[in-house]
């Protein structure tokens, strides 16, 4: 991606993977994404939810995400879903709706984790051909990541540090 996903887009994105692999209930009215979205500029969120009967109609399912900012708890909706019906059965096929929601995303954000790491920098040492290694590091400024490089190339010939809000690779090489 050229840009963070946002909480509308994740919901649409996950709303589609249970289309298709057909597990919307078909009691469902509707299910609608946030119509405030905010873009997701890392993975470390976790996912709410709030499955309950309406104040007077049946049933919603609501999903947010918390998420740190500056030391601030915050949260942002991804979206909801409703159906008029409210028996026991209608409860049990929207919790089951809910199970299969948390299991798509965290699927997904974890096939997906550079598309929602947009703050920060990775330090990753590289083997002999060129290839990043299979470890790596996240830090939260540039300072913190120059000093992780330095300590990398004490015992690798390379190390890479991405610039993960620009893009941007720089490949350095030790002295050794």
């Not at 390379?158 to 720089?170: F, G, H, L, P, S």
């Amino acid at each position: 991606m050229t840009r963070p996903m946002t909480t509308e887009e994740l919901f649409e994105k996950i709303n589609s993977i249970l289309i298709e692999k057909s597990k919307i209930p078909n009691i469902l009215d509707y299910g609608l994404a946030t119509s405030n979205p905010i873009p997701i500029r890392t993975y470390e969120f976790d996912l709410r939810n709030s499955l309950n009967y309406g104040g007077n109609e049946g049933i919603y399912l609501v999903l947010w995400i918390e998420y740190w900012v500056e030391n601030e708890k915050r949260k942002a909706t991804i979206g909801t879903y409703k159906t008029l019906y409210e028996d026991d059965n209608a409860m049990h096929m929207m919790a089951s709706l809910l199970a299969d929601f948390i299991i798509e995303e965290y699927s997904y954000v974890n096939k997906n984790l550079d598309d929602f790491t947009w703050e920060g920098a990775d330090v990753h040492a590289l083997k002999e051909n060129g290839e990043r290694m299979n470890w790596g590091y996240t830090c939260g400024t540039m300072e913190a990541a120059s000093k992780k490089k330095d300590e990398l190339l004490k015992h690798h010939q390379q190390v890479i540090v991405r610039d993960n809000a620009t893009r941007k690779e720089k490949i350095y090489k030790s002295r050794i």
